[in-house]
């Protein structure tokens, strides 16, 4: 056979937008003024430097411009070049782009590394072509992408669940239960009885449901090994056992987080540099809309200094598309807003909702093809393409827990329903903020959340798209004047518009703009202009103390490596300089969980020998304890493992966790409207009134301030509990009794003194806590019989305790009126001091009721 000719290699330009001229396949005559921009900044500023951020809005076209500085740098410098994309279905869209748009051949690898085919191997491996493939090809114990030159990561925003998967193991008591079940066990030996109840699935309330923790350092030591050999053991051949094999060693290095539902193992920053696909790159591009100026970036990816270009100009006033947002939550009721859904899902033809668990997808699949008979798509059914759904009318798109990587440009879909936000998509970031106050932390990720999720249906400067926010979490963010005045001023004005038009309004009054919206002709035009004044009006801020946040990110980095290799010296420095930079008062909560990694990483210094580390340990403890009052969890555990906790730390740890409880409950009641806080308070009130439903609203009282709250209808059982920390308040309920004309008889008296022998055999942490039995009576009397069994049952008498709640019910009312979100540690000092005031806190009122012996307050009578 003829021997083939060397193929012919053309010379690229010198910078990436000159290259854009000579692909002769291209659709686009050029490029826009800010992609040319963006590209010769690259060029001058960062072409050398390790790792590089571009941040270009959505529908910007921040494809082409990644798929160019690829294109470019692979002819340019010989270099293998992989571009990576959160999914499949963006990969394949990606390429198409490259081969249909631009005029780029580019490779695509999904799947399985066996089917990749040898032509598409070479061609990546001999650099000829760009590789564009997911981030879960790369990161895995065995990539075959093990040594490209240079990484360009689209959606860097959506990197952290994919990039942490590799260190991150996720045991949920479903899906892994026996692995779950061997963890529990080797945790029962170092947490409460209340903890290992709601582990093993004994819940009495919300309460328990939303319930997240963290084993403390010292005791992550004391159980490592066995903790070790019980994963070891029953880790099986699914997906844990690629994460164990990247974890196992290094379990000194990884953070133990625990919910009602599941058990997190995972370190606090993925150390990425220990993988060497990654690690080893000549450069890292992160390509993003949103790129945060807090560290937020370096902090998810393990790299501690990431050269960002700044936006290009113009961009900072004005958006991407037009969004006309509905909160039907606002003026209608449940029943209302489900019919106002399925009558917009009429209207629109093909409409997209995003919900927050599978388990609420579910729910709106089932209605939507019960009652409307649409054809329902999941996240699986868009994996590998979208066309069938964009091909299909009428249908519905319901996809949980993905709020970026699908995206349903111009007519593909212009109807998106989000249904809810959760602040948190992990235990980590769910304990840093509600039991940290660490939100300032979270502030830049959070929002970026918010505006992946409201922009799958606008992905371009002349698209819109309806967004119809429902649920719990996301009308009450999107809806706070304070919170929107950090979001971009066009987002601000779409947002103020859509809540104006949602405020006392009817179903048919929205169906009717949203008629108008759709048809998007002269009659939006004036409402379009409306917007468009707004935006000019305002501003956009920046949230507070992000320089802080960003100075200290090398230093997190460097303590996670030295924890990682059990350098504990190194550790407690980089440790001291984080808190060094860490000034800002609303940083207090993070402060003080840094001064506890501090004061661990010395105690465990101190323990393999080191000199003065000992009281290095206890100093870093004490002022994690003083940094932040309103953390229990520091209050109680910030001790170290040497000494145990005053009465008075105690007494005020279980106050703070009385407050990190009502703050839970007043955020399930949400904060959008008073409608479901009023129901509530309604139920209590009326309740408490009669005596069929007193007990009943006893335990609602307890659960509106802050207690877990129980009843039990079985023999010999008391009425109510209410139970917090190590105290617990049980209730023999008089409120049936005929006036003060009463008498209490030897058998009520007996059931109240041995209610608390009950609670501790059945109730979840009960066996240790200090009971307090309670009788609630208008009684004044007590037969001779009676009065021996009553020395130590608290005597309320129901006018009392009836006047009591309706000043407790007045003061969270009160309270609720400065609430936004768990976390804000002002608001929890100003909550622990209300509930002092009015004796509804948990260790002022049983002190109280101490002193009220019903022996003494009975007149014993024959």
Known sequence: ??????????????????????????????????????????????????????????????????????????????????????????????????????????????????????????????????????YNSLFNVNPFFEAPDIIIIDDAHAAENYIASQWTMRIQRSEDPTLFQSVVSVLRSVISDQSYARLTGNWNSMDDINWVDKIPTHQMDEIANELRTAIAENVGNGDHKFVWRMIGDHLQGCQLYLSATEVLLRPLIPPTWTHKPFSGATQRIFMSATLGAGGDLERLTGRNNIKRLQIPDGWDRQGIGRRFFVFPEMSLDQEDCLGLRRKLMKEAGRSLVLTPSAGSAEEIAKDVKASLRYKVFRADDLEESKTAFTNSSPAVAVVANRYDGIDFPDDDCRLLFVEGLPRATNLQERFLMNRMGANLLFNERVQTRVLQAIGRCTRGLNDYSAVIVTGEDLPAYLTDRKRRSYLHPELQAELEFGIEQSSSITAAEILDN???????????????????????????LEFPAMDQLAAIVPNEIAWQAAIWNEDY????????????????AGLRGYRALWHYLAGSAAERASSEGEPGFDGNAKQQFKKAKESAAGIPWLIALARGSKTEPSVIDSNHAVVQLQVEQLETHLANLGTLHNRTFSAFEKR????????????????????????????????????????????????????????????????K??????????????????????????????ATKAKQGAIPHLGRVAHWSLKDFLSWSEVALSNIRELRRNFTEPGDLAWRAQAAEALVNVRADAPGLTEWLSNRPAREHLIAVP
């Open 684 to 747: 209590i009130r009326v309740g408490l009134q009669a005596a069929g439903t007193f007990e009943q609203a006893q335990v609602l009282l307890g659960q509106h301030l802050g207690f877990n709250a129980g009843k039990k209808e079985v023999d010999a059982s008391p009425d109510p509990w209410w139970i917090i920390g190590s105290i617990a308040i049980v209730f023999e309920d008089h409120a049936n009794a005929k006036g003060e004309g009463s008498t209490i008889d030897a058998t």
């Open 514 to 540: 949203f008629d108008i919206f759709l048809e998007h002709e002269e009659a939006w035009e004036e409402a379009n202009q409306s917007i468009l004044e707004m935006r000019e009006s305002v501003s956009q």
């Open 1 to 134: 056979m003829a021997f083939k000719k060397n193929p012919t290699q053309t010379p690229a330009p010198e910078s990436p937008d000159r290259l854009f001229r000579d692909l002769p396949r291209r659709k686009h005559p050029s490029l826009y003024d800010h992609q040319g921009q963006i590209l010769r900044t690259y060029v001058s500023d960062a072409v050398n430097v390790s790792d590089v951020a571009l941040q270009l809005p959505t529908g910007s076209g921040k494809t082409l411009v990644g798929l160019l500085l690829a294109e470019w740098r692979r002819r340019r410098f010989k270099e293998r070049v992989v571009y990576l994309c959160p999914t499949r279905q963006l990969v394949n869209q990606v390429v198409e782009e490259a081969s249909t748009k631009y005029g780029l051949t580019v490779e695509a690898f999904t799947g399985q590394v066996k089917r990749y085919t040898p032509e598409a191997k070479a061609a990546y491996l001999s650099g000829q072509r760009v590789a564009v493939t997911t």
């Open 569 to 584: 010296v190194s550790a407690y420095e980089a440790a001291r300089e984080v808190l060094g930079g860490l000034s800002d």
């Open 749 to 778: 008296a007996r059931q109240a003194a041995s209610h608390p022998d009950w609670l501790r055999e059945h109730v979840a942490g009960a066996a240790t806590a200090s009971i307090y039995p309670v009788l609630i009576t208008p």
